[in-house]
């Protein structure tokens, strides 16, 4: 079954590559618009950490996609030069390591109710971890108490437009895999169990 499982691996991650050019391709500049975090990286990190089979695989691969993503993104639409690492990116990356951990607990039981859960997780997930690089850097709000309120209170309308584009991105990448799934029974692995998956 290795020919199968590796079939399987490459059709997820050509899925999130998909996710990744629709990502390049939404309107995007340096300022706040109405789009902004309106984005499939919460989605392929859920994705991905669901149908990975390996705990490994689940946050390895989509922490690449997200990375080579925002590594082309800040190349050619944000600042025109090769940028890799960024100011709370370590939070930032985190919080997808996280959120690919959400999906893998997910694999072993997909429905609509833990589904819904796994989003929710997801945004709580980001709009906490994410935001800690923001407050922590101390340029835009105070390192108190009160700036951590705040922070996460500004971070609010951008969270909405999180959700919105996860829920939309995530109904499309899982969607369209369980399709494939029945029409390309070998994208299946025969053991969906979460006491025998492999770490």
């Known amino acids: 079954m290795k020919a199968g499982i590796n079939l399987r691996n490459v059709t997820i991650i050509?899925?999130?590559?998909?996710?990744?050019?629709?990502?390049?391709v939404m309107p995007m500049n340096h300022y706040i618009t109405a789009f902004t975090n309106f984005s499939p990286l919460g989605a392929m990190a859920l994705f991905g950490g669901?149908?990975?089979k390996t705990r490994i695989e689940a946050i390895l691969f989509p922490?690449?996609?997200?990375?080579v993503g925002d590594i082309l993104i800040n190349k050619f639409v944000m600042y025109n030069h090769w940028v890799f690492?960024?100011?709370?990116?370590?939070?930032?990356?985190?919080?997808?390591?996280?959120m690919a951990l959400v999906g893998y607990y997910?694999?072993?039981?997909?429905?609509?109710?833990?589904?819904?859960?796994?989003?929710l997780s997801i945004v709580f997930i980001h709009w906490?971890?994410?935001d800690i690089g923001v407050w922590i850097s101390g340029t835009t709000y105070p390192l108190t108490y009160a700036g951590w309120?705040?922070?996460?209170?500004?971070?609010?309308?951008f969270e909405k437009n999180f959700f919105i584009g996860s829920l939309l991105y995530s109904a499309l990448l899982f969607g369209g895999f369980e399709y494939l799934q029945t029409k390309i029974p070998i994208l299946q692995y025969a053991n969906q169990s979460v006491s025998k998956r492999s770490v």
Not at 63 to 67: A, P, S
């Open 128 to 130: 906490i971890v994410s």
């Open 63 to 67: 922490l690449i996609t997200i990375f």
């Open 14 to 24: 050509l899925l999130m590559v998909v996710a990744v050019i629709l990502r390049l």
């Open 106 to 119: 997910l694999q072993s039981s997909k429905n609509v109710i833990r589904f819904g859960i796994s989003i």
């Open 85 to 98: 690492f960024y100011s709370g990116a370590f939070w930032t990356y985190l919080s997808f390591v996280l």
């Open 50 to 52: 669901t149908y990975f």
């Open 149 to 157: 309120v705040e922070c996460l209170t500004m971070a609010i309308p």
